[in-house]
């Protein structure tokens, strides 16, 4: 099984500023790699798939980056509603398997 | 737009069987191309991959939960079904369905809590 460690677990930022989240997979996942964003009592929402391409509808200041066995998300200019917890998710062998991370939770700082 | 809900009893008895449905609406689940899928996530922790049907019957598990779990697809109620063995309070949880494609999923449930309690 394909493990995903993220990291920080938690982490604290004010609005207006960059979120850096990290996310890294026990062996090599390529490029088969999702980020999603849940928001208290909501179901995940899909913000990036194949590491890098944003979903339809989710604004620009959300990246994603990596391949391999690292993987970043960045949330360039923080606004009120992207605090949230993020999870990252591959989908290397797609469709026998796939797992999610543990999440970063971003708080306003 | 493609919708999924979730229903099932909120409180099951350990040593039972779950039974969850999700209903399809706006979409066909025998649409081909994606994989109906079920995710839990336990009370303030991460997501994790149950199974997932194909259109065709095909399905496919998470490994340590394989023995216990069952996924089966309705085309004539447009539905499909998660079962779950032999529950113990471990698996209380939130309950989604929703639709992978690809590898991702864009269109998920708005959950379900089960509770495992007697």
């Known amino acids: 099984e394909i493990v995903m460690t993220q990291s920080p677990a938690t982490l604290s930022v004010s609005p207006g500023e960059r979120a850096t989240l990290s996310c890294r997979a026990s062996?090599?996942?390529?490029?088969?790699l999702a980020w999603y964003q849940q928001k208290p009592g909501q179901a995940p929402r899909l913000l990036i798939y194949?590491?890098?391409t944003r979903a339809t509808g989710i604004p620009a200041r959300f990246s994603g980056s990596g391949s391999g066995t690292e993987f970043t998300l960045t949330i360039s200019g923080l606004q009120s509603e992207d605090f949230a917890v993020y999870y990252c998710?591959?989908?290397?062998?797609?469709?026998?398997?796939?797992?999610f991370g543990g999440g970063t939770k971003v708080e306003i700082k | 737009q493609v919708q999924l809900q979730e229903s099932g009893p909120g409180l099951v008895k350990p040593s039972q069987t779950l039974s969850l449905t999700c209903t399809v609406s706006?979409?066909?689940?025998?649409?081909?191309?994606?994989?109906w899928s079920w995710i839990r996530q336990h009370p303030g922790k991460g997501l994790e991959w149950i199974g997932y049907?194909?259109?065709?019957?095909?399905?496919y598990f998470n490994p340590s939960l394989e023995s216990r779990i069952s996924i089966s697809i309705d085309t004539s109620k447009n539905q499909f079904s998660l079962i779950l063995s032999s529950v113990t309070a471990a698996d209380t949880a939130v309950y989604y369905c929703?639709?992978?494609?690809?590898?991702?999923?864009?269109?998920w449930g708005q959950g379900t809590v089960v509770t495992v309690s007697s």
């Open positions: 706006g979409g066909s689940v025998s649409s081909g191309g994606d994989y």
């Open positions: 062996q090599s996942v390529s490029s088969n």
């Open positions: 194949d590491a890098s």
């Open positions: 998710q591959q989908y290397k062998k797609w469709p026998l398997a796939l797992t």
């Open positions: 929703a639709i992978f494609a690809g590898g991702r999923s864009l269109i």
């Open positions: 049907i194909y259109y065709s019957g095909s399905t």
